[in-house]
């Protein structure tokens, strides 16, 4: 009876798991040690060049969020933004609308 060998399959070498699905025939690798390393990109452009050009328009730096974000409308929020500092910083989180929803 081909539905009692329905067992999920995982075998592990070299801290990849190989892993066997039997409904589906399917089979993939899972790497976890993939997310630990950089993104690859198709360009050679190191992180900390993107970072500082990104600084002069990205909206959601700190001296520029109040400025090019987007505003919730006032009916969901008459302040236009919900905010939340953390402590005597000046650190927080601002909710920003999903404008394409």
């Known amino acids: 009876m081909p539905w009692l060998d329905m067992e ?3 075998v592990t070498r070299n801290g990849v798991e ?21 993104k690859q ?26 400025e090019k974000a987007p505003w919730f409308s006032r009916e969901i929020c008459k302040e236009g ?6 402590g005597l910083s000046m650190s927080g989180t601002i909710c920003l609308p ?3 929803a």
């Open 8 to 10: 999920f399959r995982k």
């Open 98 to 100: 999903v404008l394409g």
């Open 41 to 66: 990109t198709g360009s050679d452009i190191g992180l900390s060049e993107i970072t500082s050009k990104s600084r002069e328009t990205c909206p959601f730096c700190p001296v520029r969020v109040e």
């Open 81 to 86: 933004r919900i905010k939340r500092r953390f």
């Open 18 to 38: 190989y892993r066997f699905d039997p409904l589906t025939q399917e089979q993939c690798r899972i790497n976890p040690a993939r997310a630990k390393r950089l």
